[in-house]
């Protein structure tokens, strides 16, 4: 073999010591191993840097010795050594979150609750987004929008574990969760699983809460005494806000009449005649939303029951419903039902006369703001708590000398107001004989401890807010958190902590920061001209202008 | 950086001295107009038009800024005045900055000029959310610098105009739609979150949304520092030719 070919098979061989230099880095990169093919694949790369050196000495040694290839080498070793750097700096700032959301609503963003919910997390979390990648369905948007909120969870915590599946290409997957809707969000842990079919941050954190948990925690709302609507009524005194964010929350909403209470504990299903559920006295709580007619004593007898076996009640007055004037058959009488424990909403309407904690325009709307180490009010926003309408609630201790409980006011009038107790003469100065000095509590939390009954040792918690309209549909004094009230929170707190689920969290529904504006065809028509032609036409007769100067 | 500050002026005479300049922000104006008063419908929110356009308005400057920074090395080199630039006692890397700088201010021109769509959308009666609109230019800025950077290192890479467009465009198309295209949404390998996480347009996306997130900051000053780095090798290597 002469020379000449010895020298073209070298140079055969120099070609291949680039791509086989390549070909190894992603083999090593992708497998991560030093294994076999790598290993061949570095002896070939040896043989041809050796055959290619020994057979063309010369031009090798012309190479390395000019300046462009000196410059060429540095400059690659400067370009890999910026990726390097750069590469660092973004894998070290993935671990980092530092997030600013400008939106004035903070849209963006999840709410510290949501937050404190994910740094509890324990176990990890499974979650499966079902989407439809159909355009034509409108899948894609729906589907970022979770990307983008589950982006902001997993930013908090690495114990999600998120998974998207397209429903096209895995129909068996969809199957086998039952999937109904797209696009779906499935969370599971253990053999807990819960499906949401939004992206919304209420769903998803009641989702991860319910599935850490294996109880159930239930509101019952007693009818059968003409109480306020839990479905959304026209004059505004319905419950139906209350009864939404119980269910935003994690709880499971239903009514219940005493009626079909039967003394072992065990109820009908109002929903469901046929099936009878069981009232749990640790995790059940009952609402009496504003009766308007009288619990009897048998009825009375089956509330005592639940609530001495450590039962918990929330009791929403409406201090008009228990007025002297008020026909028998319309009247609230759950003071007897109070008595037991010595509690009543006493008679008459607070008057609230510092300018700086009530209504500019009415005496009777209050803006209180809760101050205590009751459980209750743990965690409250900063903002007032607007309550219409009020009376005292009162506790007389007995003077038996046995456990009488824990009476803890939570809402109170300044030292400025008092109580009209003449409703009728509302708008009659203070009458020292009649009425009481403030200041007033308009709102109270009860607890006692009960005998140990079985493995359960619960206390009874109670809670009695004077008037029932800082839990309705009401506008400006109702439940909306839309109002600036606190009242949302103060509600949800108040349930938590009666059912004994203090660490739940309470998020407050996202507000919306749309503002929309009607734009008719001329103004229409004006902006596109005016954007599509104006400011081109502008900017190029400007640099006509130059042009003929410059000419 | 006194050198860059006269290279930067040197390049915005030039640009305003051309034609060129004016007809490629008067096109990005007509597009972007466009888009605009497409997403005008009888109940806009001014928001929401915004927001829809500050995410493609990134897709049309994407050409723009393939265009605009083309010239700045491959006309030095096509007339010879690059051997000038490279006797005279200035760094490669005040030469690459300069340039890049004098194309980011001429695009602070065209971005002021889009102020327009703020006023005219206020007098119409739309109330602004300003958190999203200070985040969403600040994100349009950066993106189209990446655009403007990997042109300059294009312009740097041939002495055509054209070429370096082509190579430009299609560098700055491999990026934007790297994840999106290659990569399937439920694939998850370092392959695919690599290919996802280059792409320049989902980085885009929080800033449109009114978040200021420092990653996505980072992501796009790193691809930009790093076309920069490249540029300035290559000039280097030119320099040693």
């Known amino acids: ?551 | 950086m006194k050198n860059t500050y006269y290279i930067l002026q040197r390049e915005l005479y030039a640009y305003f001295a051309s034609p060129i300049a004016y007809v490629i922000m008067g096109f990005f104006l007509a597009f972007s107009g466009v888009l605009f008063s497409g997403y005008l419908s009888p109940t806009s929110d001014a928001n929401t038009v915004m927001r829809q356009w500050f995410s493609v308005s990134g897709f049309v400057m994407l050409f723009i800024g393939a265009l605009l920074p083309t010239r700045l090395i491959a006309e030095e080199q096509r007339t010879g005045t690059l051997e000038l630039l490279f006797t005279s006692p200035v760094r490669d890397w005040e030469v690459v900055l300069g340039k890049f700088l004098a194309t980011v201010a001429l695009f602070l021109l065209l971005v002021v000029l889009t102020f327009y769509y703020l006023v005219a959308l206020i007098v119409l009666g739309g109330q602004f959310d300003w958190g999203p609109i200070l985040t969403g230019y600040v994100g349009l800025i950066l993106l189209c610098s990446v655009f403007f950077a990997i042109g300059l290192m294009a312009s740097a890479f041939t002495q055509s105009q054209a070429v370096a467009a082509v190579i430009s465009i299609i560098l700055s198309l491999f990026l934007w739609i790297a994840g999106p295209l290659f990569v399937r949404q439920s694939e998850d390998n370092w392959w695919a979150n690599t290919l996802n996480f280059l792409s320049l347009q989902p980085h885009i996306d929080s800033f449109s949304k009114g978040v200021f997130d420092l990653r996505d900051i980072v992501f796009y000053l790193s691809i930009i520092t790093l076309f920069l780095v490249i540029t300035t090798q290559v000039l280097k290597v030119r320099r040693a030719d």
């Open chain 1, 1 to 551: 073999m002469n020379r000449a070919v010895l020298r073209q098979i070298g140079s055969w061989a120099g070609f291949l010591i680039v791509p086989l230099l390549i070909a190894g880095a992603i083999y090593f990169v992708t497998y991560g191993k030093f294994d076999l093919p790598l290993i061949i694949d570095l002896l070939i790369l040896a043989v041809a840097a050796i055959l290619y050196a020994s057979t063309n000495p010369l031009t090798l040694r012309n190479q390395l010795g000019t300046q462009i290839l000196g410059s060429s080498l540095s400059a690659i070793v400067v370009c890999i050594a910026a990726v390097g750097i750069i590469v660092l700096v973004n894998i070290l700032m993935q671990r980092v979150t530092v997030r600013t959301d400008l939106t004035t609503t903070q849209q963006f963003s999840v709410s510290n609750a949501t937050i404190e919910v994910l740094k509890k997390l324990k176990e990890p979390v499974k979650v499966t987004v079902f989407y439809t990648s159909d355009p034509n369905s409108g899948g894609d948007s729906a589907r970022l929008q979770i990307e983008d909120r589950l982006k902001e969870y997993t930013s908090r915590t690495d114990k999600l574990n998120v998974t998207y599946i397209d429903a096209n290409t895995d129909p068996a997957k969809v199957r086998q969760y039952n999937i109904t809707a797209l696009p779906t969000t499935v969370f599971e842990q253990s053999k807990q699983r819960e499906m949401v079919t939004s992206s919304d941050e209420q769903e998803f954190t009641r989702a991860i809460l319910r599935v850490q948990s294996n109880i159930q925690r239930r509101v019952f709302f007693i009818t059968g005494h003409n109480e306020r609507p839990i479905q959304l009524g026209s004059n505004g005194d319905s419950l139906s806000q209350a009864v939404q964010a119980l269910k935003d929350n994690n709880y499971l909403v239903d009514t219940l009449n005493l009626f079909n209470f039967s003394t072992s504990g065990t109820i009908t299903n109002t929903t469901n005649p046929n099936e009878a559920i069981t009232l749990n006295p640790a995790t059940d709580v009952l609402v009496f939303g504003a009766p308007r007619g009288p619990i009897n004593e048998t009825e009375k007898q089956k509330a005592l029951t639940f609530l001495k076996q450590g039962g918990k009640a929330l009791f929403l007055e409406d201090p008009l419903a228990s007025m002297s004037t008020v026909p028998v058959e319309r009247r609230d009488n759950v003071n007897d039902l109070l008595k037991e424990w010595n509690l009543k909403f006493s008679a008459g309407i607070a008057i609230e006369q510092d300018p700086q904690r009530r209504s500019s325009s009415n005496p009777t709307i209050f803006l209180t703001q809760a101050s205590g180490s009751s459980g209750v009010l743990r965690n409250l926003p900063d903002i007032p708590i607007v309550i219409a309408q009020a009376t005292q609630v009162e506790n007389t201790p007995s003077s038996s000398g046995s456990d009488t409980g824990t009476f803890t006011p939570l809402l109170q009038t300044s030292v400025n107001s008092y109580l009209k107790t003449d409703i009728q003469n509302i708008g009659q100065s203070f009458d020292q004989s009649k009425d009481v000095r403030g200041p007033i509590t308009i709102a109270a939390s009860f607890e006692i401890a009960t005998p140990i009954t079985g493995t359960q040792n619960l206390n009874t918690r109670l809670v009695l807010v004077s008037n029932y309209l800082f839990a309705s549909d009401q506008p400006n004094v109702g439940l909306d958190p839309a109002s600036g009230s606190g009242n949302y929170f103060f509600f949800l707190n108040t349930i938590n902590w009666l059912s004994e689920s203090s660490d739940s969290v309470v998020i407050a529904p996202r507000q919306t920061n749309s503002h929309p504006f009607a734009i008719n065809q001329g103004q229409g028509s004006f902006l596109f001209w005016s954007t599509f032609l104006g400011l081109p036409a502008l900017v190029l007769f400007v640099g006509i202008t130059v042009w003929w100067r410059r000419r």
